[in-house]
């Protein structure tokens, strides 16, 4: 599978941004499709998972700000970021996992990058 990742841009605080990714085949049977992000001198992070079977994971740095969905009929993930924070200024990149966690032979897209002005 290859992801296209897209959506990302200039946004003031207290802003939003949905950020989408688009897989070139079914997703319905990926063991979780999340999104991960990173700064520069920061490591990578989990922002949003979500299993095929509906399971959701979010870190507390974003819980109840970001949401993940996915729309197998289309082979679409998303990520609605809402209230966001200059700390959220990152590249964001969206995974297709293979278990619950990342392994070499997980799928990332090109990332879209989200700068978040104060």
């Known amino acids: 599978v290859q992801l296209q990742a897209s959506g990302g841009g200039l946004v003031q605080a207290g802003g939003y941004l949905t950020l989408s990714c688009a897989a070139s085949?079914?997703?319905?049977?990926?063991?979780?499709m999340s999104w991960y992000r990173q700064s520069p001198g920061n490591e990578r992070e989990l922002v949003a998972l979500m299993t095929a079977g509906g399971r959701l994971m979010y870190p507390d740095s974003v819980k109840g700000r970001f949401t993940i969905s996915r729309d197998n009929a289309k082979n679409m993930v998303y990520l609605q970021m809402n209230n966001l924070k200059p700390e959220d200024t990152a590249t964001y990149y969206c995974?297709?996992?293979?278990?619950?966690?990342?392994?070499?032979?997980?799928?990332w897209g090109q990332g879209t990058l989200v700068t978040v002005s104060s």
């Open positions: 995974v297709s996992q293979r278990g619950p966690r990342l392994d070499p032979r997980d799928t």
């Open positions: 085949r079914t997703i319905s049977t990926t063991y979780a």
